[in-house]
């Protein structure tokens, strides 16, 4: 069984950072490219940040760019979302996704064939 578990989500204040976690098992990853979505409050879900398990391969949402770094640990089959400079506009539940990527973006949502339960990101002004 596949599963997906997002950590590190809070409350911040605008300015400061946070770095979300997920923690991948239940198969193997190697093929797959990882995600991070986020769905702020009456807003449909979009894409953050988008990384291949086995190559080095990153994208960002024009909104991550310059602020967000996506990495991943292959040892700990982790993906992590580092989010400085954080807006109250960033305010969202983030959610990490998991799936066998071919598209260039990687942002397609009916790409990711595996999510997690997601982790709540509040940014104060």
């Known amino acids: 069984q596949v599963r997906l578990l997002e950590s590190g989500g809070g409350l911040v204040q605008a300015g400061g950072s946070l770095r979300l976690s997920c923690a991948a098992s239940g198969r193997t990853f190697s093929n797959y490219a990882m995600g991070w979505f986020r769905q702020a409050p009456g807003k449909e879900r979009e894409f953050v940040a988008a990384?291949?398990?086995?190559?080095?391969?990153?994208r960002y949402a024009d909104s991550a760019k310059g602020r967000f770094m996506i990495s991943r640990d292959n040892a700990k089959f982790t993906v992590y979302l580092q989010m400085n400079s954080l807006k109250p506009e960033d305010t969202a539940v983030y959610y990490c996704?998991?799936?066998?990527?071919?598209?260039?973006?990687?942002?397609?949502?009916?790409?990711?064939?595996?999510w997690g339960q997601g982790t709540q990101v509040t940014v104060s002004s």
């Open positions: 996704a998991a799936g066998s990527v071919t598209s260039a973006t990687m942002k397609g949502e009916y790409e990711y064939d595996y």
């Open positions: 990384i291949k398990w086995s190559l080095s391969n990153t």
